[in-house]
């Protein structure tokens, strides 16, 4: 399976390999259902396994489970093996853990709000320009007021304290209107609807866990249980956006290694693209430009090669070109396509080649020294050394509970982040706000039982009488008597006197 650090792909006119040395220049596998890329897949997956190269994948059908059981060759394998003179093949099993984001099927894999950041979410939200500034603006305020946030009701909660708070939020930073909120806010609906509630949250999936190697040296293949998020493609291809972009950020530089650090098989890849706005699809072509340099490959896995936008497909080096049908003008279209990225083969014409190819065979084309591409070869796969196929319920829980991240990401948490530190805020200001009201209607309570109370004292407090009481008559009476009486004499003295004068 391994010569001299290249993966035995199979047999055309000659041996084909993948040259681990150029396998992080990224890669496509595509042909119309039922050709064999499942196969295709689940041998490069392998070859990456036994060379110390962890594997991410997404299982779309769940035949992909069987790369964790060992192989029990059918007549099939033999006989191919025998064709193509592989003496060395044998039956063998792989270390895997599987991963689903609903988790029913594997381990529950999940991010932050924060961690995906407003730009990547404003892509997947499909925003424009302004819905993009105002949740811009949104992770500013909570990173200035110290608001973790962590799921969808963190999100939702930041928005609508943006939207009551929007006169004082615009004058800091700029126009935050309700309608771009309710815009927003209707995304994340549909986000949500789709089983984002799920995906949101902690414990976030730490990258490490995804690039464990065993203890024999071999590279775990992580296996992501997809049949039902097939049927949410916006959170599909948010996670997988989101994974790769994670691994762009967290991993070094490492320029062009002997072996890839990480190879990334993208299945379903029209998925990412159907409908995609051109912000989105320019994200993917930049990040798969230039995660090349940190050592992690990535791998489209398609029907046609016309669902991968020409900007990304450029970018894919090494090939795997299953049959495809011709029999519409589109399809015709398809076929050209296909065939004019391969380096010509002047024993075959590529094109009618692919339209003739059997199942389990395949056009191969890959980066030879020096980083030239191989001219292109009419070749047989090689079978699997796992089980091909599906494996029981039974021993997909067997396979969990001696997995290396056991109960590690079984249990949700929920710790406190903006939804309870707004929710608090909130009730601590209605609590205020009554307390107040309270205090006031007191005070004015206060008040006007004083004045009554005053009223009531003053109509309460005894008169003073004005009846004289027996002596005071008496009293007065002697005194109006003397008076009377010192005055007679007096006036007599002063007449008398004036008339003694005369």
């Known amino acids: 399976m391994l010569v001299d650090g290249k993966i035995y792909l199979g047999a055309s006119d000659r041996p084909e390999y993948l040259n681990l040395k150029y396998a992080n220049r990224h890669g496509l596998i595509t042909g119309a259902t039922g050709t064999g890329k499942t196969v295709s897949l689940q041998v490069l997956a392998e070859g990456f396994s036994a060379a110390g190269v962890p594997v991410f994948a997404a299982d779309i059908k769940g035949d992909l489970s069987g790369i964790s059981r060992m192989g029990q060759a059918q007549g099939w394998q033999t006989q191919r093996a025998a064709d193509i003179g592989f003496d060395d093949y044998r039956d063998d099993v792989y270390p895997t853990m599987f991963w689903d984001l609903f988790g029913k099927q594997g381990h529950p894999v999940r991010a932050t709000i924060s961690e995906m950041g407003p730009v990547l979410l404003s892509r997947i939200l499909d925003l424009n320009d302004t819905q993009e500034g105002v949740l811009n603006i949104a992770f500013r305020v909570a990173d200035e007021e110290g608001l973790l946030l962590l799921d969808l009701k963190d999100l939702r909660a930041l928005l609508a304290e ?11 930073y700029g126009n935050v209107t309700t309608a771009s909120i309710g815009a927003i806010q209707r995304a994340l609906l549909v986000l949500e609807q789709q089983g984002a509630d799920n995906f949101f949250g902690e414990r976030a999936l730490d990258i490490a866990d995804l690039m464990r190697v065993d203890g024999d040296g071999r590279g775990f293949v992580s296996i992501l249980a997809a049949d039902q998020l097939m049927q949410a493609p916006r959170l599909y291809s948010t996670f997988l956006l989101w994974l790769l972009s994670e691994l762009f950020e967290e991993l070094p530089e490492v320029g062009d290694p002997e072996k890839p650090k990480l190879v990334f098989f993208f299945d379903e890849a029209h998925l990412l693209f159907d409908g995609a706005p051109k912000a989105l699809v320019d994200k993917v072509e930049q990040v798969v430009k230039l995660i090349r340099s940190k050592g992690v490959g990535v791998y489209f896995v398609t029907q046609n090669p016309v669902d991968i936008p020409e900007s990304v497909l450029a970018q894919l080096s090494n090939r795997v070109q299953h049959a495809l049908r ?27 080649a692919i339209t003739q190819l059997g199942i389990g065979e395949a056009l191969v084309s890959v980066l030879e ?39 590690l990401y079984d249990t949700v948490i929920d710790r406190e982040s903006a939804y309870e530190i707004l929710q608090r805020r909130a009730r601590d200001k209605d609590l205020a706000d009554e307390r107040g009201k309270y205090e006031s209607e007191r005070a004015a309570q206060a008040e006007k039982l004083a004045k009554e109370r005053a009223r009531l004292d003053k109509a309460a407090a005894p008169r003073r009488s004005t009846r004289q009481t027996p002596v005071e008559a008496a009293t007065n009476s002697f005194a109006r008597t003397i008076a009377n009486t010192l005055g007679r004499e007096l006036v007599r003295g002063i007449l008398g006197s004036i008339k003694g004068r005369r």
């Open 162 to 172: 943006l939207q009551g708070r929007a006169k004082e939020i615009s004058g800091r």
């Open 326 to 352: 011709a029999y519409t003008p589109r399809e015709q279209k398809a076929v050209k396509v296909a065939a004019d990225t391969f380096r010509p083969n002047p024993a075959f014409s590529t094109a009618e």
């Open 369 to 407: 020294d020096k980083g030239v591409p191989s001219m292109v070869g009419r070749t047989f796969i090689r079978p699997p050394s796992a089980q091909v196929g599906p494996i029981s319920p039974a021993e997909r829980d067997a396979s969990l509970a001696d997995s290396p991240v056991g109960g």
